[in-house]
C-alpha cells in the first residue's frame, strides 16, 4: 500500500513477523506439551489457556468494541449447561464441548439486537440481569437439581490419564483458534469498523460503518468463544454448579487481565491472562485479600496505567509484537510519527474525549 | 383477595427499592456515571449501622445519625479520589473503577466480619414485626409504611433541593455544562464532590433500611445494586420519580411472580426489566435521557 509523497503504509514489521512465528512454533511445542510435561503442568497450563481465551474475549467487546459487560458470565455458564444438557441426550462428551459452545454462540446472537443497542452502564448492568435470569432459568431444569448442581458423567468413560490429555489439547486448539480468529478479525476491515464505533457511534455511522452488524460480529465471537472456555472450565472441573459458572467473579477476572495487561491492545489480555495466572498461583491461597488486591490493582490501572502493562511497554520501546493497526513510514524507514498509526492510537483518543 | 395483598405488599416492596435506587439515580442524573459500587456501598452502611448499634447499645435510627456524615465524606473521597479522574478517561473507566471499588468494599468486609448474616431487626423491637390490618387478609408492616415513607420523603427532598436551592441550582449547571459553569463562578469539582456526597448519604440511608428488614452479608451489594438499577431503568433513567414508580413495578412484578412459583420473585423481576428495556428499544425512545431537566421531571 503506497500513501503519497514518499510515505508507505507499515502493517508488519520484522519483529512481527518474527513473534508471529515463535507463536506458531510455540504452538506446535505445545501441542506435544503431553509427551514431556507433567500431569500438574498440563492441568495448570489448561487453565492458563482458559484464561487467556477470556481476556481476549472480554477486551475484543471492551478494548475494540467499547462494550463492557458485566455479564460475559451468562455464556460462559449457558456453554457448559448446553454441554451437559446435549451430553445427557446421548452425544458424544467432547462434541458437546464444542456444540455448547456454538450454542452460546447462537444465544449471544439471538441476544444481540436488543443488547447491542443498549448504551454504556445499560449494557453493562443489562448484559449482568442477562446472566442473572439464565442463572435462575438454569436451576428450573430439573437436571441441574437448582443450585446443588450436577456433572458431566459422561466424561467418566475416559481415563483420568486420557482424560486430562485431551482437555488440554482442546483448550490449546481453542484458545488458538480464537486467538487468531480474533486477530485476523481486528486486523481487517472489521477492526478499524469497530473501534471507530468505540471512538464516536455518530460519527462512525455516517461514513458508512454498519454499526450493529460490526458490533454483533464481535459480540457473537466474543459469546462463543466465553461459552468455549466454559465448556473447557466443565471438562477439568466436572462438576457444574450454576452459582460457580453464572458468578459475575467470571467477569472481575476478565476485566483485571484486560486491564492489566492493556486494555484495547492485542497482545495485553494475553500478558493480563499469565499475570492473573501467576497472582492466583501465588496469591491465591490467602483469599479474601488476595481478592481485595485484585479489585485495587485494577481501580489503579484504570486510573493511572489505562494502556495497562503491554500499552506502556508498546509505548516505551515501540514493540508491536502482533500488530492490528497501520502505521505510516516515511519512503526511509524512518517512523514518521510514533502515534500517527490510526488504528492504534484509538486508546488516545478516547482519552481526550 | 391473596393476589390483592401480593399487590399492596409488592407497592411497599417498591418504596425500599425507589429508596435503594435514589442515590444511583442521583448520581447518574447529575454525573452521568452508573456507580457499580453502589449496592457494596449500602451494605458497608448497613454494616457501620450494626457495628455502632452493637457497641453502643443506640438505636439504629440514632446510629444512622453518626453514620450518614461518615458515608457522606466517603462519598466525597470517592469522587475527588477516584471517580474525578475517571471521569476525565472517558464514558467506559468510571464502570470499570467503581466495579473494581465494589469488589474491595465486598472483600475488606468479609475480611473483617466473617461469613455471616446480620440484621439490624433485633435492635428496632416493635418496629420489626408490628403491623396494621386491613380487612382479614391484608396486613401492612410498621416498618414497610416507613420506608416506603422515607423514600417519598428522601425523593421529594431532592427534587426540592436540586429546583430550589443555590446548590441544586450549581448542581443543575454543573450537570448540563460544567465548563460554562465553571465561567460563571461554579466551582464543578466542589459541585460534583457535594453531589457525590449527598448520593452516598441517600445510599447509607437505604443501607440500614436494607439492615432493617432483612439480614445482610458482606456480598449482599451486587443483588441490592441490581434491584435499585431495575427501578431507575424501569422509571426512566435519571428521572426522580419515575425511580418511585420503578421501583413499585419491580416490587409488585416480584411478588405476583412469587405468586405463581417458587422461584418466580428473581425471574419475574428480572423479566420486567427486560421487557421494559425491549419495549423502549422497540419504540425507539432514548433510555437515557440523562438530563437534569429529567431528573426534574420535566421533559427535555
Known amino acids: 500500500m503506497k500513501g503519497g509523497a514518499g510515505l508507505s503504509i507499515q502493517r508488519w514489521t520484522p519483529l512481527s513477523v518474527v513473534s508471529v512465528g515463535t507463536l506458531a512454533v510455540l504452538g506446535v511445542v505445545l501441542a506435544a506439551g503431553p509427551l514431556f510435561l507433567g500431569a500438574n503442568a498440563i492441568d495448570r497450563l489448561t487453565t492458563l489457556f482458559i484464561y487467556i481465551i477470556l481476556a481476549t474475549m472480554w477486551n475484543a467487546l471492551a478494548g475494540y468494541g467499547g462494550l463492557v459487560s458485566v455479564g460475559q458470565q451468562a455464556f460462559f455458564g449457558i456453554g457448559a449447561y448446553a454441554a451437559i444438557r446435549l451430553s445427557s441426550f446421548g452425544v458424544g462428551v467432547y462434541p458437546a464441548l464444542v456444540l455448547g459452545a456454538v450454542f452460546a454462540g447462537a444465544v449471544s446472537y439471538a441476544l444481540s439486537g436488543f443488547a447491542l443497542r443498549l448504551r454504556g452502564g445499560e449494557f453493562a448492568i443489562g448484559m449482568w440481569v442477562v446472566a442473572e435470569l439464565f442463572h435462575l432459568l438454569v436451576n428450573l431444569d430439573k437436571l441441574i437439581q437448582g443450585e446443588t448442581g450436577t456433572s458431566l458423567i459422561a466424561l467418566n468413560a475416559f481415563s483420568p490419564e486420557h482424560r486430562r490429555d485431551y482437555n488440554y489439547w482442546l483448550a490449546l486448539a481453542a484458545v488458538a483458534a480464537l486467538v487468531a480468529l480474533m486477530y485476523a478479525l481486528l486486523r481487517g476491515r472489521l477492526g478499524s469498523s469497530v473501534q471507530a464505533i468505540r471512538d464516536n457511534e455518530e460519527a462512525a455511522s455516517s461514513l458508512g460503518v454498519r454499526v450493529l452488524a460490526t458490533k454483533r460480529i464481535i459480540f457473537v465471537v466474543a459469546g462463543a468463544g466465553c461459552g468455549l472456555a466454559g465448556t473447557l472450565w466443565l471438562a477439568t472441573s466436572i462438576s457444574f454448579q450454576p452459582a460457580t459458572y453464572f458468578g459475575v467473579q467470571w467477569t472481575a477476572y476478565m476485566i483485571f487481565m484486560a486491564l492489566v495487561g492493556g486494555l484495547g491492545t492485542f497482545e495485553g489480555p494475553i500478558l493480563g491472562a499469565i499475570v492473573f495466572f501467576l497472582m492466583e498461583s501465588l496469591f491465591g491461597a490467602s483469599g479474601v485479600w488476595y481478592l481485595v488486591g485484585l479489585g485495587a490493582t485494577a481501580v489503579v490501572f484504570a486510573l493511572y496505567l489505562p494502556r495497562g502493562l503491554w500499552g506502556t511497554i508498546e509505548e516505551r520501546f515501540g514493540l508491536r509484537l502482533l500488530p492490528v493497526g497501520y502505521r505510516v513510514m516515511a519512503s526511509g524507514s524512518a517512523q514518521l510519527a510514533a502515534r500517527s498509526d490510526a488504528a492504534e492510537s484509538g486508546g488516545d483518543s478516547r482519552a481526550a474525549h | ?300
Open chain 2, 1 to 300: 383477595m391473596i393476589w390483592v395483598n401480593q399487590i399492596v405488599q409488592g407497592i411497599l416492596l417498591g418504596g425500599y427499592y425507589a429508596l435503594i435506587a435514589c442515590g444511583l439515580s442521583f448520581m447518574f442524573g447529575v454525573m452521568r456515571i452508573i456507580n457499580l459500587a453502589h449496592g457494596d456501598l449500602a451494605v458497608l452502611a448497613a454494616f457501620l449501622v450494626w457495628s455502632i448499634v452493637g457497641y453502643t447499645g443506640m438505636s439504629p435510627f440514632l446510629a444512622l445519625a453518626i453514620v450518614l456524615p461518615v458515608m457522606g465524606g466517603l462519598g466525597w473521597l470517592m469522587q475527588r479520589v477516584m471517580l474525578e479522574r475517571s471521569l476525565r478517561a472517558g464514558m467506559l473507566v468510571p464502570l470499570l473503577t467503581t466495579f473494581g471499588l465494589g469488589i474491595v468494599i465486598q472483600n475488606l468486609l468479609f475480611a473483617y466480619y466473617g461469613a455471616d448474616t446480620r440484621s439490624l431487626a433485633p435492635a428496632i423491637g416493635d418496629l420489626a414485626f408490628d403491623s396494621w390490618s386491613l380487612g382479614s387478609q391484608i396486613y401492612i408492616s410498621h416498618l414497610a409504611g416507613l420506608i416506603f415513607l422515607v423514600a417519598v420523603l428522601l425523593l421529594g427532598g431532592l427534587q426540592l433541593l436540586l429546583a430550589r436551592t443555590p446548590l441544586g441550582r450549581a448542581i443543575r449547571a454543573t450537570a448540563e455544562d460544567p465548563d460554562t459553569a465553571e465561567l460563571v463562578g461554579i466551582n464543578s469539582r466542589a459541585v460534583y464532590a457535594a453531589a457525590a456526597a449527598i448520593a452516598v448519604m441517600t445510599v447509607a440511608v437505604g443501607g440500614t433500611f436494607l439492615g432493617m428488614r432483612a439480614t445482610f452479608g458482606p456480598y449482599a451489594g451486587p443483588t441490592q445494586l441490581i434491584f435499585a438499577f431495575e427501578a431507575v431503568v424501569i422509571g426512566g433513567l435519571g428521572s426522580m420519580w419515575g425511580t418511585l414508580f420503578g421501583g413499585i413495578v419491580l416490587g409488585v412484578a416480584q411478588n405476583i411472580g412469587a405468586q405463581i412459583a417458587p422461584n418466580g420473585f428473581l425471574i419475574a423481576g428480572h423479566a420486567v426489566f427486560l421487557l421494559v428495556l425491549g419495549v423502549r428499544l422497540a419504540s425507539g425512545s432514548a433510555i437515557a435521557r440523562g438530563r437534569i431537566r429529567a431528573l426534574l421531571g420535566r421533559s427535555p
